[in-house]
C-alpha cells in the first residue's frame, strides 16, 4: 500500500522505526555475550549517550552484567533447553553508572543455516520499581501474619494466665464462704493467703498487660524529674528483700558513688529495673548474684543488670524481648511468670530514647544492658526519686 506521500516504507524500515522508537530495551548479542546491536532505549537503560559508545566500552570493558555471578549461565540454560526465556528477572548493572536495578528480560535464539545458535535477540524492561514494591508487599504479608500469629499467642497465653488465678480464688474462696472444713479450721487462713497470692499475681499480670496496651497506643507518657539510679537500686533490694533471702541470693548495689543524676521518669525507670532484677532472681539459683551497676560513657549511660543465672543461648537471647516468651526453667517463681517483663522494659527504655541489650552465656549468667542517652544525664538540681 502507497501512502500520499509516495512509496510505501520497505518493511526493514518499518522495523527500524519500531526498534529506534520502542520505549523497552531492544538488543541482539553473540553466544559469547558480544552486543551487536542496542536500541536507544536499552542504551539509555545502561547510562550511554550512544549505541556506539556502549558497544565500544562493552569490548573494552567486558559485559558484565548480572550481579549475581551465576545468573548468565541460568540464562544460557534455559535458552538452551527451551529456545526463549520469558520473564527473566535479574538484579543487573547499569552498564556505565554500574548503578544497581532490576531488569525483565525476554530473549530467544537466532540460528544459522546449520542450526547452531548465531545471536541472542530480546527485550529488556526495568522493573525496579515492580520489584520493590513486591518486596514491599511480600514485607507487609509476612508483617501481617506475625501479627496474626502474635494475637493468637496472646490469647492463648492470656486465657490461661488469667484462668489459673482466678480459679484459684474462686475455689479457695467457695471453701472459705461454703466453711467446707468446719466452722473454724485453720486451713483458712492458708486458702485466704493463697487468695492474696493469687490476687497479686493477677493484679500484676494485668497491670502488665494495660502498659504494653498503653505503650502499643502511643498513649504512655514521661513524667521526667531528676533520677538517682542509686537510690532506685537500693528501694529494689528492699522489694525484693525477701525473695532474695527465700531464693538464697544476694543483690549487690555496684552504682558508683556520685554517679551522674539523670533526667527520667522515675516509675517507668523503677519499673524497668524492678523487672530486670525479678526476672534474674527467677533465673538464678542458690546461691547465686545479682548485680545493678551503672557506667556513665562517651557514647551512652548504661544501667546493666547482672546475673550468675542459668544463661540463654543466641537464639534464647533474639527472642527473649518478645512478649509472653520465657527461656529456660525458673528456680523461683514467686514473682509470676507471664514473659512480658522484658517486653516491657524495652518499650519503656525506647520511651527514653535508648535501647535494651542483652548478653548471655548458656550456664553462665545474663546482663542486661539499658543504653541511655548521654542528654539524659541532669545539668542541675536535686533528684526527686
Known sequence: MHDALGEAPTPNANYRSIFENANIGLYRSTPDGRLVTANPALVALNGYADEATMIKALQETGNQWYVEPGRRAEFHRLIAEHGRVGDFVSEVYRMHTRERIWVSENAWSVHDEAGRIAFYEGTV??????????????????????????????????????????????????????????????????????????????????????????????????????????????????????????????????????????????????????????????????????????????????IKVSDTGIGMTAQEVARAPEPFVQSGRPFNKSRGGTGLGLSICRDLTSLHGGTLTIDSVKGTGTTVTIHLPRARIATEGTPTA
Open 125 to 302: 524492561q526495568d522493573v525496579t520499581d515492580r520489584v520493590s514494591a513486591d518486596r514491599q508487599l511480600s514485607g507487609a504479608r509476612r508483617a501481617a501474619e506475625a501479627a496474626s500469629d502474635a494475637k493468637s499467642t496472646f490469647l492463648a497465653v492470656m486465657s490461661h494466665e488469667l484462668r489459673s488465678p482466678l480459679n484459684a480464688i474462686i475455689g479457695f474462696a467457695e471453701i472459705i464462704a461454703g466453711r467446707l472444713l468446719g466452722p473454724t479450721d485453720p486451713r483458712y487462713f492458708e486458702y485466704a493467703e493463697d487468695i492474696r497470692v493469687s490476687g497479686t499475681h493477677l493484679l500484676e499480670l494485668i497491670s502488665d498487660i494495660l502498659d504494653l496496651s498503653k505503650i502499643g497506643a502511643g498513649k504512655m507518657h514521661l513524667d521526667e524529674q531528676h533520677v538517682d539510679i542509686s537510690n532506685l537500686t537500693r528501694r529494689t533490694a528492699r522489694l525484693f528483700a525477701a525473695n532474695l533471702s527465700t531464693a538464697q541470693l544476694e543483690l549487690v548495689n555496684a552504682v558508683p558513688t556520685g554517679f551522674p543524676i539523670l533526667r527520667a521518669d522515675p516509675v517507668r525507670l523503677g519499673q524497668i529495673i524492678v523487672n530486670l532484677v525479678a526476672n534474674a532472681i527467677k533465673f538464678t539459683p542458690p546461691g547465686g548474684t545479682i548485680t545493678v551497676n551503672a557506667e556513665d560513657t562517651t557514647d551512652a549511660v548504661l
